[in-house]
């Protein structure tokens, strides 16, 4: 053990030596973190957690975000959820610890003349007849990379070398007269992780999710090539002053455990509709929801009698679902607040024969907020970007 | 033989003289915040460093005046700025974000501070890569730089100094900020000679950096020109902590060599970068500056190399190293004084959130910047008139910097200017800046014209 004097001289020795000779003095401090395709696709090969938090302490298995296969590529999952008491599914590509805010970034569409009701119509083209691709100019990595853009068009002069423009400071240099459009989602992305070789379904409907969702090989960011998906447009909202992107809750229902910690049920989570307690309703005109893009994690934590429906194990009221013109995967891992009888003044709500009226849903932001109350829903410091695909009982768009 | 050592005492005692009669005369003494001084501002005046020549070194003749133990000092920064543009270096329809991530936020300088006529983003959120700022925009306004006022205090039975200088720096905030006038305990010290006659000293509190030469001109009334080179926000910041100098004169090689060696709690980045009144990780920075110096009768050469290493202070992860290191040389002959430094930084990524001396922000991000500067000044004297000397000078400068997963940019600068002494205790300067993105990032109006009216007493 050292003396009192020569411990005042360790900061010293530390100085002097490799900084990792000394124990970190970050206790409680935030440690903000990005984990985008590229780092979610090595977590693949190490099998290890992602977005682990002190208030997320198991994290997000990488296997929940992509599947891989055994040539070493990957394709990206549809992760069931409900939203508003209806079966949902997104994609989660990005995720973030300890941000408390992300911005959107601006995301070029270069064009040969600017059509307002047509942005698009005047693509520019590549010497072989396609899209020339977009520019960006914050990469992923930077942990201020954001798959949430502002998508503004850029108008390329007569004339103009297409292939010159592939960084945001040339569009800037030439004086590209620009225009902005709508917020759109899109994920950079590995060669190797791609949307597979068939159309994607929800996982147990087995329908198709929206048709937008989409794959491309090629974005510019500073002079380099990237691959992409395409998530959505207009399926979040920002401040346009300060750039900051909205948060809706994505619930992650749990249960006490012994400790009295919450432990995640497991169960499909639940996509809110705008901020907490805010009462507002959801924003989806046309059955296209303008929020989810970017959500934060929240535990909601159910009573001991919740449970997830899981048809297989309740053939009577699956029965009773089918007899209700009802498909039963519409329900499964739909966590009732009811489910199970532990007290004897509880109901079984699973079993009872007003399945699934008798039930008390935790399926929208709604019935959980007015089921549990505030104390016993608990912001984590985990976010990410979760655009929907399925929203309503159906793909979006279709 | 006769060499160095036969001439040196006899000199040393010339400019003792006259540096404690002008001291006497003017109350003029300049503040003590370094041994290590720059090669002057080519007026035709004394070097700056025979002021500071120590007592201890030699034995002043009987009815010499001397400098009264207390001594206050201090001058007034006066300016008029004209900035292009809207003041800043974000160009219009730039909407990444953070804002200072892509451009050079210092580039539009205004004053000897550094502070830019404006960082403005327009409501984007920035991440704390910013100067301070006079908020002007691009208007073209007066403005009151600086108020310094130094205290120094010698003690005259035993070797020890204690200098003091607050500085206070009206400004109005911006919009709807109102007026704002921040007052700044800029240096803060005490020096120990501890062996009598050897120019050896130890210093504690809050003092200049030890990193480069740039420290030495921070001041207005020091600077030959006005506005700092693209590299002086990290090298001329001040530094809380203890330092050590010690000289070796080489009489008969005409040289000296010198040794500055510092640990403290931040790095010498301006303040508008790192707090410097408290270490964040607990784990001092170390830096040092290894000099030479050529004196000969007509000329002089200065050279030097520093390095800077430790825990960067913007964060609390003492595992997240800011490694520096630069040269700098100086020379001064038949009145024409040329300088130039290189400077290379490198800063691993941090924890827990950036810690800046303006506020808190998300991400202490990776960073590394290399550039240079160097500089060149023709002193003229003038024999008649009002005016005692004019100094055009010029300076060219270029920084290469990048945060980690951003472009990088380089961007490069011109400066010319005219300053002339119109007395002792008055300066006037004149100069221009010329700023220029070369590569990866959007060229913008950033141009500045400057001037500034020093008085000193």
Sequence with gaps: ?398 | MRGRSGRRPRSALIWAVLAAARAAATGQVRAETSVETPVPAPTGELDPEDFDTQPEGFVLPSGTPMAPPLTLMGYVDFGFADAGGDGTSFPPGDNRVPADYGVDTFAPAVNSRGDVASIDAGGRATNGFLPRSVNIGGRPSFLLNTVSQDLRYQSTHVPVMAFVRIQALPRWGGDGRGNVADLLVAQAFGRVTPFEGREFFVSGGKFDSVFGIEYLETEANYRTGITPSLMARYTTGTALGLKGFYRKQIARLWSAVSLNVAATNGSNFVESLQPTDASLTGVPLLSARLGYELDLPRAQLKLGGSGLRGPRNDQFDRSALLEMFGFDARLYFAGVSLSGEYVHVDEEEGAGGKQTGAAAYLIASAFHARGFWGQAAYGVPIPFGPLRVVTPYVRYEQRHAWFEGFRPITVARVTGGLRAELSEALIVKVEFLLNQELAGAPQVDNNVFTTSVVYTW
């Excluded at chain 1, 985008?36 to 298995?61: E, K, M, N, R």
């Excluded at chain 1, 549809?78 to 008491?85: D, L, Q, V």
């Excluded at chain 1, 459009?181 to 992305?189: C, E, K, M």
């Excluded at chain 1, 090629?218 to 750039?243: C, I, P, R």
């Design chain 1, 1 to 398: 053990m050292l003396r009192p004097n020569a411990r005042a001289l360790v900061p010293l020795i530390c100085a002097m030596t490799a900084g990792g000779a000394c124990e970190p003095g970050t206790d409680g401090e935030k440690q903000p973190r990005l984990w985008s395709l590229f780092d979610v696709s090595q977590a693949l090969v190490t099998g290890s957690p992602v977005a682990v938090a002190p208030s997320l302490p198991q994290g997000i298995d990488p296997h929940e975000i992509l599947a891989p296969a055994a040539d070493g590529s990957a394709t990206l999952n549809i992760i069931p959820a409900y939203s508003e008491g209806a079966p949902a599914a997104y994609v989660m590509p990005e995720l973030w610890v300890d941000f408390d805010e992300v911005w959107v970034q601006p995301w070029y569409v270069l064009v040969t003349a600017w059509n307002s009701q047509s942005p698009t119509q005047n693509r520019a083209k590549n010497a072989d007849g396609t899209n020339a691709a977009p520019v960006f100019d914050v990469g992923p990595n930077s942990l201020f990379y954001s798959p949430l853009w502002q998508v503004y068009y850029a108008v390329l002069p007569a004339g103009a070398d297409v292939s010159q423009y592939t960084s945001a400071e040339r569009i800037f240099d030439d004086k590209l007269a620009i225009y902005p459009g709508s917020p759109w989602t899109y994920s950079v992305r590995p060669d190797a992780v791609t949307l597979g070789a068939t159309p994607p379904v929800h996982p147990y409907l087995q329908t198709p999710v929206a048709s937008f969702l989409s794959s491309a090989p090629t974005a510019w960011v500073d002079g380099e090539q990237m691959g992409y998906f395409g998530e959505g447009s207009s399926n979040f909202t920002y401040d346009a002053a300060s750039l900051e992107v909205e948060e809706t809750p994505l619930y992650v229902i749990a249960r006490r455990g012994p400790d009295g910690s919450p432990a995640p049920l497991g169960a499909p989570r639940v996509m809110g509709s705008g901020p907490p307690f805010a009462g507002r309703p959801a924003d989806a005109p046309g059955g296209k929801p303008r929020f989810g893009a970017y959500s934060r994690l929240y535990l909601a934590v159910a009573p001991a009698t919740a449970a997830a429906f899981d048809p297989d194990a309740a053939p009577d009221a699956a029965a009773l679902l089918t007899a209700g013109g009802i498909d039963p995967e519409a329900y499964r891992g739909r966590v009732a607040a009811n489910a199970t009888k532990i007290a004897s003044a509880d109901v079984a709500c699973f079993t009872r024969p007003d399945f699934p009226s008798g039930c008390t849903w935790l399926d929208s932001q709604g019935s959980i907020e007015d089921s549990l109350g505030a104390t016993n829903i608990v912001a984590t410091k985990v976010t990410a970007c979760t655009p929907l695909v399925f929203y309503g009982g159906k793909g979006i768009g279709r």
